[in-house]
Each structure stands twice: as C-alpha cells, then as structure tokens.
C-alpha cells in the first residue's frame, strides 16, 4: 500500500538526509545587516520565480517583533505571478507555537523583472531556543490546485541580542537537524499510538500514520495557525480515522460480550514461579493485547474519545475541539465510554476485580499454544522508551486512589511505541505524489 506521511515530511527529509534542494545557508558574518537565504527557484513552464527571505539578522532575538520580507521575481512575460498560498509555518512542532507570522502588506514592482514582496511582522516568544529555526511556505500560481503547490524552507537564525549584535546560539552546527528529528519525531509519534490503539495492529497503525501526514501535507495551505500545530494535526488525524475503512481487527471484535467468552473459552494453565519469572515478558504483551481488545469493542467514535481523553489525558476543552463538538458533549461520551468499558472490565476482568477469575499468567500458555502471541516476537510490550502515562500531567503514583483511577491506569501503562521511522519513511518518499511536490 503506498501511503505517506505530512507537513512534518518536511523535517523528515532534513532528518534522513535526502539529497533535495533545501536552504543550508552559511552565515558570513552574524553583524551582516540583513540576512538573504538561499532558495531554490520555482520553475512554471519556461519562467523561473526566484524566492529570497530576508529580515534583519542583528534583530532575530527571542522577544522581538522582526520584519520578515519574502520577495519573489521573474521576466513580466506572462499574465499570471506566482502567489503565497499559504502563511508561513515553522516546520518544528517545538517552534510552532513561539513565532507569529502577521501579515504586513503585499508590494508589486512592475517592469521588465516584475518582483512582488510579501511583508510580515514576526513575534518571537521569550522563550525560543536560539539556534537555526526553519519555515516553510507553499506557493503556487492563481488557478493551480492545492496538488500543484510548491513547497519551500527558509531559515530563520534565533540569536541573543547582546549590545546590538547577534551572538550566536551555544549549540552545535547540527542543532538543528537534532531538533527537526526531535519535532518531527514526537508528532509521529502521538499519531502512531493513536492508530495502534484504534486498531491493535502494528501493520494498520503504520498504515493509517502515513495516510495522516498526506492529507496534512496537502492541506498545508489551509493550516493559518489559529490553533496549535499539534491541535490542527490531531483534527486530520481524528477525522481520517474516524471515516477510514473498518481493519481486519477491528471486524474480529462483535462487542464486549463476544469478546470476553473468547477470552474464558481458553484453557487455565497455572505457572510455577520460575515459569512465571520466564515468561514475564510475554505475559505483559498478553496483558497489552487483551486491554487493547477491549478498546476494539467500544465503537470508533467512543474509543477516539476514550484514548484522547483518558489514555493520553486530554483536557474537555482541547479534545472538543479535535473532536469538532462541544466541550460538554466532549465529557459526556468520554463518560459513557468509561461506563461501558469499565462495566464489563469490573464484571470479567481480574486486573480490577479479583473476585474475577481471569489472569493473564494463567492464560499465556493456551495463547502461545494459539498462536496470538509469539514470545519471540512481541508486538506489543516492546520498541518503548516511555509508557503512556508519561504523556499526562499525572504520575503512575498518582493514579490509584478510585476505581475509575485504577482502571485508567491499567491503560495509561501501555508503552508508547516508537513507530518504524524505515518501513515509514520509504512509503512517504517512494510515493508519486511526495516526488511531484517535491520535484515541483
């Protein structure tokens, strides 16, 4: 399946190395008045747009309001020039929030070279990193659709104003590759979870992660940063999950009823204690496995709002807002979602009631013997760094004062996988449409 990833493919290509055109510019000196970037041209037929950024480098500080000009030129030898179709974007989820791009007027010089220069004001937060920063902005010309747009970087060197002059960012000359990979890295991150966890399979979650980030990429244009970045993503995310075809795991699951007799029609094994010890691995990837089902027997809309809101701890009013309803609306179907989830857990399930006869250790043997899980090859319990929990204001200590406590706990210590950056990769940069974009 050729599927891809999104505006963050941008950041992507820097992380990996790709051999395309992209700004690297040398600072000659940091007292330069102005700063011009390097921009490869956009090509239209036989006219050659030339793009040059370029702001005043000495007053590139956190806590400044800068001008920033994009000026774009070619021979006056057709009636359509080529146009922003979009404001600028940092291309670092960590930056996205800390500079605001306001407009400041548009100049036309006509002539035999016509030039046309977009003018903005940008707001620079007090608490930007200084280093190199970068922004993309998608142009394309009057009529052309949003496939047709091309995509360009420009730098954005973040210094410390001191007396008057830039000094330059304590930071290695790659700060800023590591940052990309960093920025780029945690939004794929939150998407992958969220797809594993909608599906409960590594291939699907892989899938779904890529054909999020197309949709971001070609809705770039329409991005005008009235939320977050990170807000704005989750959105498209959220809508392509919720309208996607069913995935195979998804049609196994017939509701919490179904589900829990195919749980109790497999064999008891007790284990020793040595055999428990060997096996504890593989014992917490059934554990995984089995609350993960138990989320495939909400329905779409209650699962999305359940792993939002009580898995990764989004608050009503953010949640609401990627899920398109009301903030009320928002906490009354996270309620409802816990209801039906935590009955039939409370009912069936020896992780919060003992009374339960169920136990994960007493029913690994009989799920190796199955087939459903490999301990030479887990799905689950491994490729982690944190668990999930780490993506809430709250601590594992924290959460085991109620039983609805105890239950979201239960979930929240599901590791949050690291998604495959090759398997993904490869698909974003072997698709047709990334290499028109990109070669556009």
């Known amino acids: 399946m050729k599927s891809i990833s999104a505006l963050l493919l941008l950041i992507l290509l820097v992380v990996l ?16 008045k102005t700063f011009t970037d390097n921009v490869p041209p956009i090509q239209r037929g036989d006219r050659s747009f030339t793009i040059e950024p370029s702001y005043v480098l000495k007053d590139m500080t ?18 359509d ?31 035999v070279v016509y030039s046309r220069k977009y003018n903005f004001i940008v707001k620079i937060d007090e608490k930007v990193e200084p280093r190199r920063h970068q922004v993309v902005v998608g142009f394309a010309l009057p009529g052309e659709s949003d496939k047709q747009i091309s995509l360009r970087y420009f730098d954005l060197y973040v210094g410390v104003n001191s007396g008057g002059k830039l000094v330059p ?19 794929q991150k939150h998407v992958y979870n969220l797809a594993l966890k909608m599906t409960k399979s590594v291939e699907d979650a892989q899938d779904l992660t890529q054909e999020v ?16 970045f990170r807000t704005w993503l989750y959105r498209i995310t959220v809508n392509h999950f919720l309208n996607t075809k069913k995935r195979k795991t998804e049609l196994a699951v017939s509701g919490f009823e179904n589900y829990f007799n195919s749980i109790d029609d497999m064999p008891v094994h007790g284990l020793s204690g040595e055999e428990e010890n060997d096996l504890s691995e593989t014992i917490e990837e059934l554990r995984i496995s089995c609350t993960a089902g138990m989320l495939l027997c909400l329905d ?9 809101g009580e898995m990764f701890d989004i608050d009503h009013n953010l949640g609401s807002e990627i899920m398109g309803i009301s903030p009320g609306n928002f ?44 301990p030479n090859n887990l799905m689950f319990n491994s490729s982690y760094k944190k668990k999930i929990y780490e993506l809430s204001q709250k601590k594992a200590a924290s959460i085991s004062d109620t039983i609805e406590d105890l239950h979201r706990a239960i979930f929240q ?12 990769v490869n698909e974003v940069l072997n698709n047709d449409l990334i290499k028109l974009i990109l070669n556009s």
């Not at 922003?84 to 291309?91: E, G, K, N, Y």
């Not at 210590?413 to 993904?424: N, R």
């Open 17 to 32: 190395g790709v051999n395309r055109a992209v700004a690297q510019a040398s600072l000659a000196s940091l007292d330069a």
């Open 62 to 79: 956190a806590g400044h309001s800068v001008k920033f000009t994009i000026t774009i030129t070619a021979p006056a030898t057709g009636s």
């Open 81 to 111: 020039f080529l146009e922003l179709r979009s404001q600028p974007v940092m291309t670092s989820q960590d930056s996205a929030d800390k500079f605001q791009f306001k407009d400041n007027g548009t100049q036309d010089t006509p002539g």
């Open 169 to 187: 960012a304590p930071t290695p000359e790659d700060a800023s590759m590591q940052s990309f990979e960093t920025g780029f890295f945690a939004g």
């Open 213 to 228: 980030f197309v949709k971001a990429i070609t809705a770039l244009s329409k991005f005008e940063g009235k939320s977050q």
């Open 300 to 308: 779409r809309e209650q699962r999305m709002i359940y792993i939002l």
């Open 331 to 374: 906490r009354i179907r996270l309620m409802r979602a816990r209801q039906d989830l935590y009955h039939w857990m409370n009912q069936r399930c020896g992780l919060v009631n003992k009374s339960n006869a169920c136990r994960c250790a007493k029913k690994t043997k009989a799920y190796i013997d199955a087939g459903y899980v490999d």
């Open 413 to 424: 210590q599901h590791p949050l996988q690291e998604p495959s950056k090759t398997k993904i």
